[in-house]
């Protein structure tokens, strides 16, 4: 069964310019999260999709912004780049089931895409 | 909110060492807990989970007990090696649907040394 697929693997742009990443999950997941890493803050949540709905939402501004497809592949778009948003970010999948199927609800992660900001 | 707190590093150990990497966490509501492990050039690997007070996960001789009353969940291995070295991960999840996602410690790198 295939993982968690982050496409492209590398990206280099300049300040101002946007940039999308695209992320497909394992099969039959339904749910999409992503997570931005850096060295200083570390792993931060990004926003999560299930079923093409936003569903949960971290602190991050209106810059970073996502949707899923009806095959529950994700894409997320980051627009006026900041120097700041240099980072791995990462995508994870699960089968995003509600309450008491939480046992089942482990997200698997995608190798990232290394974003690098100059 | 939520938030998790494991020791600091790097750590450094020698092959067949014991290891020990320490995590609590503060959480509204009752959550499960796991430890991920990130190698170089790589993404996170789920490692071992529990999902209730004393559950112990268990995975590549890794093992970690939820404790409830300590709010801990302490990742321990008796003999490390060296592809072992890598970046160690708590982590914790509180209820679903709107609310579902992970909470982060900071990270520990391991490096194990022949």
């Known amino acids: 069964k295939a993982g968690v697929t982050q496409t492209p693997r590398y990206l280099i742009k300049t300040r101002g310019q946007q940039v999308t990443l695209s992320c497909s999950p394992i099969?039959?997941?339904?749910?999409v999260s992503w997570y931005q890493q850096t060295p200083g803050q570390g792993l931060q949540f990004l926003f999560e999709?299930?079923?093409?709905?936003?569903?949960n939402k971290g602190n991050f501004p209106g810059r970073f912004s996502g949707r899923q497809f009806s095959n529950s592949r994700s894409e997320m778009n980051v627009s006026t780049l900041e120097l700041g948003d240099s980072a791995l970010y990462l995508c994870?999948?699960?089968?995003?089931?509600?309450?008491?199927?939480?046992?089942?609800?482990?997200?698997?992660f995608g190798a990232g895409t290394r974003l690098s900001v100059l | 909110g939520n938030s998790v707190t494991q020791m600091e590093g790097p750590v450094t150990l020698s092959e067949e060492a014991f290891l020990t990497i320490n995590c609590t966490y503060t959480?509204?509501?009752?959550?499960?807990l796991f430890w991920y492990v990130q190698y170089p050039g790589e993404g996170l690997q789920l490692l071992l989970k529990?999902?209730?007070?004393?559950d112990k996960g268990s995975n590549k001789g890794f093992e970690a007990t939820y404790r409830k009353e300590t709010t801990s969940f302490h990742l321990e291995k008796g003999s490390v090696q060296v592809s072992d070295s890598a970046v160690y991960f708590c982590?914790?999840?509180?209820?679903?649907?709107?609310?579902?996602?992970?909470?982060f410690g900071k990270g520990t790198l391991l490096t194990v040394n022949p």
């Open positions: 999709y299930f079923s093409e709905t936003q569903r």
């Open positions: 994870a999948s699960s089968f995003g089931w509600d309450r008491g199927q939480l046992a089942k609800n482990i997200q698997y």
């Open positions: 099969s039959g997941h339904r749910s």
């Open positions: 529990a999902t209730k007070a004393d």
């Open positions: 959480a509204t509501g009752y959550p499960s």
């Open positions: 982590a914790l999840s509180v209820g679903g649907g709107s609310n579902y996602k992970l909470t």
